[in-house]
């Protein structure tokens, strides 16, 4: 079994060059979009089956007496609870042996099952090719033994790509650091929905940064869509038990009415 893969994205680090954003849209072959400003450094202003990664910027409750903005490099987390590939009727959203969930786009039919049921809300239909879409991870370049383009992108170090558990490693140095310096960041992925492949290091608490405190899996969507699913099978299967009950019926109602 392959080696689980892994992304740390270090937010004390981010500088919002974005980056990563055009290294993204550079390897994938992603349009670009059409904004307008909305009276925020953020662009585009939210993910889009044509935008995979995305700096987000916030302005935290108390701006205008400390004012900043909170940089975040928002992206699929690839969970290894992964709840759009149990919901996914076709079999599109797979998961790979090195933790990457990946949508195959010639099986996808473009039902938003995993639109509605993702916790950090990541994948997008697309209107140009009809299928859900999202970050992949630079899954074609992880096979030839290179990093994502945006980990490669990155001038400060922000983004980070090895092992899963290199990545944790890492992770759990750079907090140690940040407590010695008076801060109380958190390792958010290390343990959310089986544990995320791709982690932050985060400096304040997740809300701050649009975040889940404690993502969960939307168990009763899942069942609904895992019922609806199974419905057209059970269908079928009346259907045929049906024709063969009344075939075997039919010769004697007939028989009977002959006489």
Same mark, same amino acid.
């Given at each position: 079994?392959?080696?689980?893969?892994?992304?740390?994205?270090?937010?004390?680090?981010?500088? /919002?060059?974005?980056?990563?954003?055009?290294?993204?849209?550079?390897?994938?072959?992603?349009?670009?979009?059409?904004?307008?400003?909305?009276?925020?450094?953020?662009?585009?202003?939210?993910?889009?089956?044509?935008?995979?990664?995305?700096?987000?910027?916030?302005?935290?409750?108390?701006?205008?007496?400390?004012?900043?903005?909170?940089?975040?490099?928002?992206?699929?987390?690839?969970?290894?609870?992964?709840?759009?590939?149990?919901?996914?009727?076709?079999?599109?959203?797979?998961?790979?042996?090195?933790?990457?969930?990946?949508?195959?786009?010639?099986?996808?039919?473009?039902?938003?099952?995993?639109?509605?049921?993702?916790?950090?809300?990541?994948?997008?239909?697309?209107?140009?090719?009809?299928?859900?879409?999202?970050?992949?991870?630079?899954?074609?370049?992880?096979?030839?033994?290179?990093?994502? /383009?945006?980990?490669?992108?990155?001038?400060?170090?922000?983004?980070?790509?090895?092992?899963?558990?290199?990545?944790?490693?890492?992770?759990?140095?750079?907090?140690?650091?940040?407590? /010695?310096?008076?801060?109380?960041?958190?390792?958010?992925?290390?343990?959310?929905?089986?544990?995320?492949?791709?982690?932050?290091?985060?400096?304040?608490?997740?809300?701050?940064?649009?975040?889940?405190?404690?993502?969960?899996?939307?168990?009763?969507?899942?069942?609904?869509?895992?019922?609806?699913?199974?419905?057209?099978?059970?269908?079928?299967?009346?259907?045929?038990?049906?024709?063969?009950?009344?075939?075997?019926?039919?010769?004697?109602?007939?028989?009977?009415?002959?006489?």
């Amino acid at each position: 079994m392959a080696e689980h893969v892994g992304m740390l994205l270090d937010i004390t680090k981010c500088m /919002a060059c974005r980056g990563c954003q055009v290294a993204c849209k550079q390897w994938n072959q992603l349009k670009a979009e059409v904004t307008t400003n909305t009276g925020t450094y953020q662009n585009p202003p939210r993910l889009s089956g044509q935008t995979w990664t995305l700096i987000q910027f916030t302005e935290p409750d108390d701006f205008r007496d400390n004012p900043r903005w909170l940089f975040r490099k928002q992206q699929c987390l690839h969970c290894t609870e992964a709840s759009c590939a149990e919901v996914c009727p076709t079999g599109a959203i797979q998961k790979q042996d090195n933790g990457i969930v990946y949508i195959n786009q010639s099986i996808c039919t473009g039902c938003k099952y995993c639109v509605e049921v993702c916790p950090f809300h990541i994948p997008h239909a697309d209107r140009t090719t009809g299928t859900a879409r999202k970050c992949w991870l630079c899954l074609d370049r992880i096979n030839d033994g290179l990093k994502p /383009a945006c980990a490669t992108a990155c001038p400060t170090g922000a983004v980070q790509f090895g092992t899963r558990a290199a990545m944790l490693s890492k992770a759990r140095m750079r907090k140690k650091e940040l407590e /010695a310096k008076g801060l109380s960041p958190r390792i958010y992925g290390e343990n959310e929905l089986g544990g995320l492949h791709v982690m932050y290091l985060l400096p304040e608490k997740a809300k701050m940064f649009g975040l889940p405190e404690k993502p969960t899996k939307p168990t009763g969507t899942i069942f609904w869509k895992w019922l609806l699913g199974i419905i057209p099978g059970l269908a079928l299967l009346a259907g045929i038990f049906g024709y063969f009950f009344k075939g075997k019926s039919a010769p004697a109602e007939n028989t009977e009415s002959e006489r």
